[in-house]
């Protein structure tokens, strides 16, 4: 039913929507690991913690 | 290859939320526990990249008519390696279990994936996001391609050995201007090697049209001569390839012996698609001693197949040195691939040109010269 000057069906979608629109956006950017993986400093004192990767120092030539 | 710096691997960028597959969660295509705060329990059940083994799972959900045969595609199984190897082996079920376990610890590090080729850097030169964990449509020759495909390849496209190719030089063409969506195809039912597979053709941009029918040399050599006899450059070959764990365990590769040559010889694998009965050969790394560090005397047929093979050197020029006088092939004993360059003469005899077989010399050459200005 509308109602003079206010289409408040309209306005519900908007909200209902945006609110839709928000919740998808937030449920990817809020979990940890985006936490993590979009932080460079973070990421740079996580890693540079890490043991280091050891590969054989025979590898000669190429592949 | 360049390392990526650790921390820079797993970057992921604010614009890959951005796009369609940045509004997944994440573990909806790695698993692991989001909500966990610590990093192992976190990554605990994680899978770095999910689209190998089975892309289906996780890309074709969306990307059905793509996933659908990439599984059975080269780049995935490497299905090409165990029968080449297994026609030069020892029959021996206890020698092919030591052979199976060197490749498994040396050899299939070297398969692609679907996220492999679209998103990060291959397993084999230790991954690693190329744009923050985008997806692009189109593979990046540098970070993805060569990446694999460098060392023969890529040094030769890019111009690292040799000139160049022109396609590269001259017109800034990546590798997916000829190479498109037919690399997502299944292999053939019992492909022996990468020949085998669908791969682009010099016809379909340079067709037998009145332009290509001017070049006299084109009617002279088409369907006899593989393009690349008249228009590649020299190109690496290697010969000694071995693999084995160093004192402390750790596997390596060791290919020390690489040699820049141009040989041509008769074509071993002469088809629908690869007429000419002249073509290219390269050494392939293949050798006796292979898988000496896992069991002794494994490759026992090791004159079963050739170790100079079909090649395509993607160094192409439109001059070279070869296409600038026909004397320059044409009674040319050095370019032409004979008994004393090869180490193992049985497993060569399908590909040697014998010396009384070498194009003679053409006489008249300069007075033929003299009459025709140019070829080209």
């Known amino acids: 039913m509308r109602r003079n000057g206010c289409p408040i069906g309209i306005t519900r979608g908007v909200i209902f929507l945006a609110l839709i629109f928000t919740l998808s956006i937030g449920s990817a950017m809020a979990s940890e690991c985006v936490r993590c993986h979009t932080k460079k400093d973070k990421l740079k004192a996580i890693t540079d913690a890490l043991p280091k990767k050891v590969k054989s120092s025979e590898i000669s030539g190429q592949g | 290859m360049a390392q990526v710096e650790p921390w820079k691997k797993v970057l992921v960028s604010q614009e890959f939320f951005e796009t369609e597959h940045g509004e997944m969660d994440c573990q909806d295509c790695h698993g692991g526990n989001p909500e966990?705060?610590?990093?192992?329990?976190?990554?605990?059940?994680?899978?770095?990249?999910?689209?190998?083994?089975?892309?289906?799972?996780?890309?074709?959900?969306?990307?059905?008519?793509?996933?659908?045969?990439?599984?059975?595609?080269?780049?995935?199984?490497?299905?090409?390696?165990?029968?080449?190897?297994?026609?030069?082996?020892?029959?021996?079920?206890?020698?092919?279990?030591?052979?199976?376990?060197?490749?498994?610890?040396?050899?299939?590090?070297?398969h692609s994936s679907c996220g492999q080729c679209h998103v990060s850097r291959p397993d084999s030169v230790e991954g690693g996001f190329v744009l923050g964990h985008l997806f692009s449509k189109k593979s990046d020759m540098a970070e993805q391609c060569t990446a694999c495909h460098g060392s023969r390849i890529g040094n030769e496209y890019l111009g690292r050995t040799g000139s160049g190719d022109v396609h590269f030089t001259e017109k800034q063409m990546d590798c997916t201007a000829c190479h498109g969506s037919e690399l997502h195809n299944a292999a053939r039912a019992g492909a022996h090697d990468r020949y085998d597979a669908?791969?682009?053709?010099?016809?379909?941009?340079?067709?037998?049209?009145?332009?290509?029918?001017?070049?006299?040399?084109?009617?002279?050599?088409?369907?006899?001569?593989?393009?690349?006899?008249?228009h590649s450059q020299k190109y690496a070959n290697c010969s000694a390839c071995h693999i084995g764990k160093d004192s402390k365990g750790l596997p390596y590769y060791k290919n020390p012996k690489t040699v820049e040559s141009f040989k041509i010889g008769i074509n071993p694998r002469q088809d629908e698609n690869h007429p000419a009965k002249w073509v290219l050969l390269r050494r392939v790394p293949a050798n006796q001693n292979l898988f000496d560090y896992y069991v002794k005397d494994a490759l026992t047929n090791f004159d079963a197949l050739p170790t100079w093979k079909y090649t395509t050197p993607h160094n192409i020029q439109r001059k070279t040195f070869q296409n600038r006088d026909c004397n320059n092939c044409h009674g040319k004993t050095k370019l032409f691939l004979t008994a004393k360059d090869v180490a193992f003469t049985n497993a060569n005899r399908k590909v040697l040109v014998a010396k009384e077989n070498i194009p003679a010399k053409i006489e008249n050459e300069k007075e033929k010269s003299k009459k025709k200005k140019s070829y080209f």
């Open chain 2, 198 to 230: 669908d791969l682009p053709r010099c016809e379909k941009c340079h067709p037998s049209d009145e332009a290509y029918n001017k070049v006299e040399q084109h009617s002279v050599h088409a369907g006899k001569v593989q393009c690349q006899v008249c």
């Open chain 2, 36 to 110: 966990a705060t610590g990093m192992a329990e976190s990554h605990q059940g994680m899978v770095a990249d999910p689209t190998f083994p089975d892309p289906s799972q996780i890309c074709g959900d969306c990307h059905e008519e793509i996933t659908e045969n990439i599984g059975q595609s080269l780049h995935y199984t490497q299905g090409t390696y165990r029968p080449m190897v297994l026609e030069r082996a020892s029959q021996n079920p206890q020698v092919i279990e030591k052979i199976d376990l060197g490749m498994k610890n040396h050899c299939y590090d070297c």
